[in-house]
């Protein structure tokens, strides 16, 4: 472990208060790195810690404005500084929290970022621009959220690949969002103006493309308006 209080930093004349924060990160040399870079770029580093343990302590004593914080730090280097995150959140909602993680985890990214205001998720790697990620941590402060683009991509990457309706066509997206309100075959052709054959065709499709299985106890057309309701 390893912190570095308030009290052992240089004092500064600046005519503002400055933006107080705590780094939690196990890789000693990142974490003096960073707080180098923020001390130069006008923060105020009021303490740092590589364990875990000490990430809530030491937000309960210097109750900063910003967290910066990895998610796997000792001592199982799991989920250690994801669980703080939430006890942060929770405890203190004024507080900004920005994730530095070395992997790109989709689960914990739309976990955290669900949480509210002032929240952020960055890959290690991607950060390349010091200008951009001073502003970054700026924008979560003033209330922003923030996440890196490469799990945006792999959010939606997932996203299409677990959506059940992402094979059907637009006019079949039309018909079963019909089938949902409720609409007979007559109802739909009578809507989409074509005849109730072709509204049959549709059906057809959209229950194979679904791969509804027929049973004795459900109806694929019911099975295939919840499928339709359940990804609204």
């Given at each position: ?18 933006t107080r924060v ?115 941590l700026e924008r ?23 959506d059940p309706l ?67």
């Open positions: 472990m390893a912190i570095k209080p308030a009290g052992d930093l240089p004092d500064r004349d600046d005519n503002a208060a400055r705590l780094l939690a990160e196990d890789d000693v040399l990142l974490r003096e790195g960073l707080a180098s870079l923020l001390e130069r770029s006008g923060f105020e580093v009021v303490a740092q810690t590589g364990n875990s343990a000490w990430i809530l302590p030491l937000v309960r004593e210097q109750v900063p404005d910003l967290v910066v914080l990895d998610i796997r730090m000792p001592p199982t280097n799991t989920t250690e500084g994801l669980d703080a995150a939430r006890e942060i959140r929770n405890e203190f909602p004024a507080t900004g929290i920005l994730v530095l993680s070395a992997h790109a985890e989709v689960e914990h990214a739309m976990e955290l970022l669900a949480t509210g205001e002032r929240i952020g998720y960055l890959l290690k790697t991607r950060v390349t621009d010091v200008g951009e990620f001073i502003e970054t979560i402060v003033r209330g922003g959220s923030v996440m890196d683009p490469a799990l945006v991509q792999e959010l939606v990457s997932a996203r299409r690949h677990n992402a094979e059907l066509s637009p006019r079949e997206h039309e018909v079963l969002a019909l089938m949902a309100e409720g609409r007979s075959n007559a109802g739909i052709a009578r809507r989409l103006w074509v005849t109730e054959g072709t509204v049959e065709k549709h059906v057809r499709h959209i229950l194979a493309k679904l791969d509804l299985p027929e049973t004795d106890d459900d109806h694929r057309r019911v099975l295939a308006v919840v499928t339709f309701l359940e990804t609204r």
